[in-house]
């Protein structure tokens, strides 16, 4: 194998068997992109192995030690299939989407009510700190919203557009566990915020 002098990681990049590894998880994850059919759980579990693989290759064809190696390929593959594991997904009755609406629309008062405080007390600050910009809000937030009888997990939430003030869809996540307030997860094609109830 070349080396290439002053680039010690080159020679690794030059690898063919690492190109054809990385080839191999971009065909793989290309190929998964399209699991729309699959359920939540499904969803999870082939991504989960995508991303492990997708960590977990390049390291052990670059020599990394194992001891290394495994660990950190069980991290990407709880934090892709992870983050709000949704096990099951459904209509939202009329009474789900009404609490969740409701819900959404309080949360954003009280976001605009903190956002507004914060201003002003930018304001009265110094010029040195007019220049700090606050965070973008997310466009889609996870809602909680009422258990039905057909739901299971610990919890059940519906996506909200904060642009559209409406709720997407009219779909209903059941969660595996309830995500800490701000977590942002996948919900189908949407990056959503959970913002609790």
């Known amino acids: 194998m070349r080396r290439y002098k002053g680039y010690p990681n080159l020679s690794i990049l030059m690898n063919s068997k690492f190109i054809k590894v990385t080839s191999s998880v971009a065909a793989l994850a290309i190929s998964t992109s399209a699991c729309q059919n699959l359920s939540p759980g499904e969803n999870a579990a082939v991504f989960g192995a995508a991303a492990g693989l997708a960590v ?3 390291l052990a064809v670059a020599g990394v030690n194992p001891n290394i190696v495994i660990p950190v390929t069980a991290g990407a593959v709880a934090l892709a299939a992870g983050g709000a594991y949704i096990i099951a997904k459904h209509q939202a ?6 609490v969740a609406e409701q819900r959404a629309r309080l949360y954003l008062a009280k976001r605009a009510e903190e956002e507004k405080k914060a201003a002003a007390q930018v304001a009265a600050a ?3 700190k007019k220049n700090q910009t606050a965070a973008k809000p997310s466009r889609y937030i996870a809602v909680a919203t009422e258990k039905e009888d ?3 997990g610990q919890a059940a939430v519906m996506i909200y557009d904060t642009q559209t003030s409406s709720i997407v ?8 566990s309830k995500p800490k307030d701000g977590t942002i997860s996948k919900f189908d094609t949407y990056s959503a915020e959970y913002v609790g109830g």
Do not use: A, C, M, W
Request: net charge positive.
């Open 126 to 128: 110094s010029s040195s």
């Open 56 to 58: 977990g290759i390049p």
């Open 93 to 98: 009755t009329e009474r789900q989407r009404k």
């Open 169 to 176: 869809g009219n779909n209903v996540y059941d969660l595996k």
């Open 150 to 152: 057909f739901n299971t």
